[in-house]
C-alpha cells in the first residue's frame, strides 16, 4: 500500500510531505515501511523501517538526511529568543536504529553526521528520526566544518570520532556521553587546522598533520553544565 502524510510531528520538529510503501509480511506480524520519503527543515529524508507489531512494539530504522537547516532544526519551536541556539550550517547524517518502545536499555545505534558551511559553537547529534541532542564544543571561537561517527548502546552514547575545523583551530576528540544521566567523558586534541577540512583521519593521523603545538581538552561534568580543562599535550 502506498503511504501518504502531510506531517509528522517528532516532538516539536516537523517532517512534511512523507511518502512511502507500507508492506505486511505473510508469515510474521512484520510492518516494513519502504521508500521513505520526506522533507525536514529545509532539507531531505529518505529511508526505510521494519516494525515488529507483536508482543513488545520493536522497530528498526535506517534514516539519511541532506541539506537540513541547523538552525531550522535545532531552534523549532523555541519561541523565547533568549532560549534559542546561535547556530548556522548544512546537517547531513545517517543513522541505524534498533529500539523496543519503552525500553532504552534495548536500544543499539550508529551513525555518521557532517556539518558543512557552519558557525557552530554546539554539535548536534541525531540519534533517530528527528531526535537531536546537542553538545557544547571546546574553544573560543565557532567551527565552521565538522564530522562525527558514533554509536548508542543503551543510554551510553560513544562519540568513536569527532573531527571539527575553524578558521584559527581544528581538533579531534572521542569520549561518551550518559544519555540518562546526561554526564560527559570526552577527550580533545586542538591545534591548527587542516587544510583539507574534518576527514575522521584518526587521532595519530591528525598530530602527524598538525606542526603547531598541541594542546589537549578535557571535557566533564553534564550537557547543560560542561566543564572544560586545557592541559598541555602529553
Do not use: C, W
Not at 539519511?64 to 547556530?87: F, K, P, Q
Not at 574534518?198 to 560542561?226: C, D, H, M, Y
Amino acid at each position: 500500500a502506498d503511504l501518504a502524510m502531510d506531517e509528522i510531528a517528532v516532538g516539536s520538529r516537523r517532517i512534511t510531505d512523507v511518502t512511502g510503501k507500507l508492506n505486511k509480511a505473510y508469515t510474521k506480524d512484520v510492518l516494513y515501511i519502504d521508500e521513505l520519503l520526506g522533507k525536514a527543515h529545509q532539507g531531505r529524508l529518505t529511508g526505510f523501517a521494519e516494525i515488529i507489531i507483536d508482543g513488545p512494539l520493536q522497530y528498526g530504522v535506517n534514516m539519511s538526511v541532506e541539506d537540513v537547516d541547523l538552525n531550522d532544526l535545532l531552534n523549532a519551536g523555541v519561541e523565547n529568543a533568549e532560549d534559542r541556539i546561535t547556530i548556522q550550517g548544512k546537517l547531513d547524517a545517517t543513522v541505524q536504529l534498533i529500539a523496543e518502545a519503552d525500553n532504552a536499555t534495548n536500544r543499539r545505534a550508529s551513525g555518521v553526521l557532517r556539518v558543512s558551511n557552519g558557525a557552530m559553537g554546539e554539535m548536534p547529534v541525531v540519534l533517530d528520526t528527528m531526535h537531536v541532542v546537542t553538545m557544547e564544543l571546546p574553544g573560543n571561537t565557532p567551527f565552521t566544518d565538522g564530522v562525527m561517527s558514533y554509536r548508542l548502546k543503551g543510554d551510553t552514547l560513544t562519540f568513536e570520532e569527532i573531527d571539527l575545523v575553524g578558521p584559527s583551530l581544528g581538533m579531534v576528540g572521542a569520549g561518551t556521553l550518559d544519555l540518562k544521566t546526561e554526564e560527559l567523558d570526552l577527550l580533545f586534541l586542538a591545534g591548527a587546522p587542516p587544510a583539507e577540512g574534518p576527514k575522521l583521519l584518526g587521532i595519530e593521523e591528525f598530530v602527524q598533520n598538525v606542526a603547531r603545538e598541541i594542546s589537549e581538552i578535557e571535557v566533564t561534568g553534564t550537557l547543560s553544565e560542561p566543564e572544560m580543562r586545557s592541559v598541555p599535550f602529553r
